[in-house]
């Protein structure tokens, strides 16, 4: 309401002013404006660990800071409420090898590599490693302990190369050859070899030939083709 201003008449006691009630009513609603317009010395505070919207007192004047929207957040007023929403949603797809989330101005991908798939299965993402040439792919592949074949073969060996000079170096079958020796005949040479009985002394070539040379002629009905020239006498 604007200030109310009190009738004093053009001289005094003329009787054309207000009458004395009328102008203290007066009164009292002019300090009723005059302390509503009055601005209470108030500071604004923000709370929270977040940004402030609050900026500044200047005087009577309250600043704060303007909400702008960024990449991929609308917002919007209604009234006493400022909403702050995200247009579009994200989607997670897979094609066996990656996966895609994807969005309104948005987009990574979580991708496998040689031997590595990643699927998407219902809430989850899965990781999947294919064995499949992991070891035929390391080019310096190393063990860090024992090798258990758990008796399975070892095959199409180049090299095979032992350290240790003990007896259980190489145990159990092996096949192949070791400086050109074909390893399958080591043990029938080693232990199976026959080198026949003990002969004398030959003082001949010719005896030492009769003595360690078994010659077979078959049997009288069954004689075999040999032919023996032992020279003349």
């Known amino acids: 309401m604007a200030i109310t201003r009190i009738n004093v008449g053009t001289v005094a006691n003329d009787s054309t002013g207000d009458d004395l009630r009328q102008a203290f009513v007066k009164v009292n609603n002019n300090f009723d404006e005059l302390d509503a317009r009055v601005v209470p010395q108030n500071e604004a505070a923000n709370l929270g660990a977040g940004t402030g919207v609050f900026y500044s007192k200047d005087g009577a004047v309250l600043n704060f800071r303007s909400l702008l929207a960024g990449d991929n957040v609308a917002l919007t007023s209604d009234g006493a409420t400022v909403t702050i929403s995200s247009p579009s949603t994200l989607s ?14 948005r987009q990574f991908g979580i991708k496998g590599g040689q031997n590595i798939t990643t699927v998407v299965s219902a809430t989850d993402i899965r990781v999947a490693i294919d064995p499949t040439d ?6 310096n592949p190393a063990l860090g302990a024992a090798l258990n074949a758990s008796t399975f073969n070892i095959n199409n060996v180049g090299t095979l190369t032992a350290t240790t000079v003990a007896a259980t170096a190489i145990t159990g079958p092996l096949t192949g050859t070791v400086d050109g020796v074909d390893v399958t005949n080591l043990n029938r040479i080693v232990t199976n070899a026959d080198y026949g009985d003990t002969i004398g002394n030959a003082t001949s070539g010719l005896e030492l030939l009769f003595r360690s040379t078994t010659i077979t002629y078959g049997t009288v009905t069954t004689p075999t083709a040999i032919v023996s020239d032992y020279g003349t006498l």
């Open 92 to 105: 997670i797809a897979s094609d066996s090898t990656a996966l895609n989330i994807s969005g309104a101005s």
């Open 134 to 139: 992991l070891i035929f792919q390391d080019t």
